[in-house]
């Protein structure tokens, strides 16, 4: 008999902690909506597995695997069977040393607690549940933020109509992912009520902006689904590959920022969330799986600083007081030690299966040309590519984007493997993915 809990932990942080997600350290003032760690767990009495959102910037392996040991003291759910996967909310608390930010490792151990947490409600609330597995639409909120321009080389954001290089743009660099995947799960026993969904969706979360801790677009997505099917019902987001990915249009002068942005992002999500649920076929039996791969991905060579440097857009120097390449001069300084002590990494590479749908993950900021390829080459007749999870490992962008230029492939802390890191990760995908095709 199939059984599905879901379950929420706190993971909001402390007024005053650092903020990461930019340049430089800011420090968040208030809380604009808790941030939460929310699970669901699926249980076809053989092999259970667990599905957690966070909302939070990034998550690292030694986050995931201090929470992994928790769970298994506490259910019987191998540590390899959790996905932990990361919003990337840019108003989320100190999760890791990166860019203009530092780890707080009391907030680090408070996630990993709150994680822990949240998979054991799960599993305590196990209850006897019909599940479906659907895919929506929604191709009016993420935009490619990487442009072909005049000269032929690639800049991430190079501005909206109106600024100095506007003019020189050409076409997008690169696709986005507007699929909308929907694990809806009903109680036969509750006159077949919603009883929880899990959303996943490729778009970054820089919308909210401002200094007050934030969810992002993915807290607004829970809200307009409570709106609809109850308070008490749980919803957890998991995000696609969108290291390319942003809300923002450069192609449009309009603006799309603030908390009434984001509601209005949530607002259409879970509309097509809802849409697909209502139009979903039930199963009443879904064999579960999971596995996981390594992956190796060496750090990459000393750069070419001045090729690497973009001449505008994002991460070029935003002004004479704050110097971003300052910041990337020390960053260098950071990945070559690291290259140093460990040139390659086993990089983790997990896939779950939950009845006709299949789940890869790593822990990349991801370009989305390699979600559309894994999806693509998948034999499961739904699958999902689950970005941030279980680890941190930085930008992962294409080999034509590294070549080609643009913030993303700068090197740092936050972009630090090698050309053929994406490739890796893409065969390394689909291996798990074909292990739990069975």
């Known amino acids: 008999m199939l059984q599905v809990g879901f379950g929420v932990g706190d993971i909001t942080p402390d007024v005053g902690m650092e903020m990461p997600g930019g340049f430089f350290k800011r420090k968040g003032t208030g809380v604009r909506d808790k941030l939460?760690?929310?699970?669901?767990?699926?249980?076809?009495?053989?092999?259970?597995?667990?599905?957690?959102?966070?909302?939070?910037?990034?998550?690292?392996?030694?986050?995931?695997?201090?929470?992994?040991?928790?769970?298994?003291?506490?259910?019987?759910?191998p540590g390899d069977n959790v996905l932990i996967g990361a919003n990337h909310t840019h108003s989320g608390g100190p999760v890791a040393s990166c860019l203009g930010c530092d780890e707080n490792p009391a907030y680090t151990e408070k996630m990993a607690k709150a994680i822990a947490e949240a998979v054991g409600a799960a599993w305590n609330s196990l209850h006897a549940a019909e599940v479906g597995v659907g895919v929506g639409s929604e191709p009016n909120i993420s935009f490619n933020r990487r442009f072909l321009m005049r000269d032929g080389r690639e800049i991430t954001h190079p501005g909206k109509p109106g600024t100095p290089h506007h003019d020189e743009i050409v076409t997008p660099a690169g696709p986005i992912d507007p699929a909308v995947g929907v694990f809806?799960?009903?109680?036969?026993?509750?006159?077949?009520?919603?009883?929880?969904?899990?959303?996943?969706?490729?778009?970054?979360?820089t919308v909210v902006g401002g200094d007050q801790f934030s969810p992002d677009y993915a807290g607004y997505l829970r809200k307009h689904i409570k709106a609809h099917y109850g308070e008490a019902t749980p919803v957890v987001f998991l995000l696609g590959t969108c290291g390319d990915i942003t809300q923002v249009d450069n192609l449009s002068a309009n603006s799309e920022f603030g908390p009434d942005y984001a509601d209005m992002m949530g607002m259409k999500l879970a509309s097509e969330t809802i849409r697909v649920v209502e139009r979903m076929t039930w199963l009443k039996e879904a064999p579960t799986a999971a596995v996981l791969e390594t992956a190796p991905v060496e750090i990459r060579p000393e750069p070419d600083v001045a090729r690497e440097r973009p001449p505008f857009g994002l991460g070029s120097d935003l002004s004479k007081d704050q110097k971003v390449d300052a910041v990337f001069a020390d960053e260098r300084k950071l990945v070559a030690e690291m290259r140093r002590k460990t040139p390659m990494l086993a990089a983790e590479v997990q896939a779950i299966r939950i009845g006709p749908l299949g789940i890869a993950t790593n822990g990349a900021e991801y370009f989305c040309e390699y979600g559309l390829r894994i999806k693509k080459a998948s034999k499961h007749p739904a699958t999902w590519v689950v970005s941030l999870a279980n680890e941190l490992l930085g930008y992962v962008p294409t080999a034509q984007a590294f070549v080609a230029g643009g913030y993303e492939a700068r090197t740092a802390r936050s972009s630090k493997l090698a050309i053929d890191a994406g490739q890796l990760l893409l065969e390394g995908g689909l291996r798990a993915l074909s292990r739990v095709d069975k």
């Open 36 to 77: 939460l760690a929310s699970a669901c767990v699926v249980y076809d009495g053989a092999a259970p597995v667990a599905l957690v959102g966070l909302d939070a910037l990034f998550i690292t392996k030694p986050t995931v695997e201090a929470a992994r040991r928790m769970i298994v003291k506490a259910t019987k759910i």
């Open 184 to 205: 809806a799960v009903r109680n036969p026993a509750a006159k077949n009520q919603v009883a929880g969904v899990v959303v996943n969706f490729a778009c970054h979360s």
